[in-house]
């Protein structure tokens, strides 16, 4: 099985700053790599697909990038409705198809 | 509107059995790669089961040989039929799809609002 390695746990960043979130994965799985949101009381949401994959209804502000084994998320210029818990999953060949641990992000 | 609902979340005794249900509209859960997902309080998000098209299907370690995914077609309904439930099973389950397959590089593109499953005696 592959193992995703999420880091930080949690961060706290000022509105307009840009973070970074990293998943690192046990072997490569092409561009086999997504990113949700999640906030408290809702439906996780998709973010990225494909590893850079954009969607309409996703503020443009995100963007993810990586190859091989490591991959990011970036948000650039932190809103407020950005706070939540950030999660990467791949779905490389067959299940299982793993989470990583989650990033916790705070508006300071 | 594609959307999917879940429901049969509730309280349930330590090895006590529950049936989730997953009505899809605007989708059809043989035409997509389906799945179960959960959240545990103060926890992050957990595969658990896949459904394929030709219908097969995968568990994780934590529920094979307990939880079962399936579907009615003719009813467009997905099932997590769960036994032998465990305190640790306390959960919000979410019904997914990937509604875009390879599109999306199969990302979860569709969730439910999910049901809560609470073991406890």
């Known amino acids: 099985d592959i193992q995703m390695t999420q880091s930080p746990s949690s961060l706290s960043a000022f509105l307009g700053d840009t973070v970074t979130i990293t998943c690192r994965t046990s072997q490569s799985i092409g561009t086999y790599l997504h990113w949700y949101q999640l906030k408290p009381g809702e439906a996780p949401k998709l973010l990225i697909y494909g590893v850079s994959g954009f969607l309409r209804e996703v503020p443009s502000r995100f963007t993810g990038s990586g190859s091989g084994t490591e991959f990011t998320l970036t948000i650039s210029g932190l809103q407020p409705e950005d706070s939540g818990i950030y999660f990467c999953q791949h779905t490389y060949l067959k299940p299982p198809w793993t989470f990583g641990q989650g990033t916790k992000v705070e508006i300071k | 509107e594609v959307q999917l609902v879940e429901s049969g979340g509730g309280l349930v005794q330590p090895g006590g059995s529950l049936t989730l249900s997953c009505a899809a509209s605007g989708l059809s859960v043989s035409g997509s790669f389906m799945n179960w997902v959960r959240q545990a309080p103060g926890k992050g998000l957990e595969w658990l089961s896949t459904i394929y098209g030709n219908g097969d299907t995968f568990h994780a370690d934590s529920v094979r040989g307990r939880f079962t995914i399936s579907r009615l077609s003719s009813k467009n309904v997905l099932f997590f039929q769960m036994n032998s439930l465990r305190i640790e099973d306390t959960a919000v389950y979410f019904c997914?799809?990937?509604?875009?397959?390879?599109?999306?590089?199969?990302?979860?593109?569709?969730w439910g609002q999910g049901t809560t499953v609470t073991v406890s005696s």
């Open positions: 997914t799809a990937m509604l875009s397959g390879a599109g999306h590089s199969y990302a979860i593109d569709l």
